[in-house]
């Protein structure tokens, strides 16, 4: 059984920060591709982030400059430092990562439970 687990959400002023965290835990034997996706209300979940196993970065263009992705691999964990936010960002806030369990033979993508990203103007 495989399972992550998102913290750090919450309310925030336009251009402040956040920071959130994602830990994966279980049947590990190794980890992939890790990222963050976010869904505003009445809009489709999109990717904002994600990082390869080996430390390499790609960016939505609206967070560019703005946000970090980053991951621990000792503690299968992977972060998003969220600077000067804005308005838009407000949404549910959820992690992925491609997994190798080893209780299974192929890899599977596996999701947070998600966790409110707030932003006033």
């Known amino acids: 059984q495989v399972q992550l687990v998102e913290s750090g959400g919450g309310l925030v002023q336009a251009g402040g920060s956040l920071k959130l965290s994602c830990a994966a835990s279980?049947?590990?034997?190794?980890?992939?591709?890790m990222g963050w996706y976010r869904q505003a209300p009445g809009k489709q979940r999109e990717l904002v982030a994600g990082?390869?196993?080996?430390?390499?970065?790609n960016y939505v263009d609206s967070v560019k400059g703005r946000f970090t992705i980053s991951r621990d691999n000792a503690k299968n964990t992977v972060y998003l430092q969220m600077d000067n936010l804005k308005s838009e960002d407000t949404g549910v806030h959820y992690c992925?990562?491609?997994?190798?369990?080893?209780?299974?033979?192929?890899?599977?993508?596996?999701w947070g439970q998600g966790t409110q990203v707030s932003v006033s103007s």
């Open positions: 992925n990562a491609d997994i190798q369990s080893r209780m299974l033979t192929n890899p599977l993508r596996y």
């Open positions: 279980g049947s590990i034997f190794s980890i992939n591709a």
């Open positions: 990082i390869t196993s080996g430390g390499r970065t």
